[in-house]
């Protein structure tokens, strides 16, 4: 079974940095395209950062420039650097994943959410 597990939330403040990372553990083949979603308290889930399987990213507007998107095949772990944080970057973030995974009857792929983790800027 797929697993995503983040780590590297907390809180910071205005202007500090973080790093999130997200593990996928399983029995995995290959993974395709990952990203990083957040929600803040009342509103809904918005793609944060993107990574295809070919390195392409895309960003939020809102992040271009402060955040960059990563990945390390050899782990299955990918990685959203937050520079410049600001306090309306408070959220939960996601990471969330297309992965193929293998098994007793072939390879199978499917969309995987992490559990979560809370990034809180304080000003």
């Known amino acids: 079974q797929v697993q995503l597990v983040e780590s590297g939330g907390g809180l910071v403040q205005a202007g500090d940095s973080l790093r999130l990372s997200c593990a996928a553990s399983?029995?995995?083949?290959?993974?395709?395209?990952m990203g990083w979603y957040r929600q803040a308290p009342g509103k809904q889930r918005d793609l944060v950062a993107l990574i295809t399987s070919g390195d392409t990213t895309t960003y939020a507007d809102s992040v271009k420039g402060r955040f960059t998107i990563s990945r390390d095949n050899a782990k299955n772990t990918f990685y959203l650097l937050m520079n410049s944080l600001k306090p309306e970057d408070t959220a939960v973030y996601y990471c969330n994943a297309d992965i193929t995974s293998y098994g007793g009857s072939g390879y199978y792929t499917d969309n995987y959410w992490g559990q979560g983790t809370q990034v809180t800027v304080s000003s």
């Open positions: 399983g029995r995995i083949f290959n993974i395709n395209h």
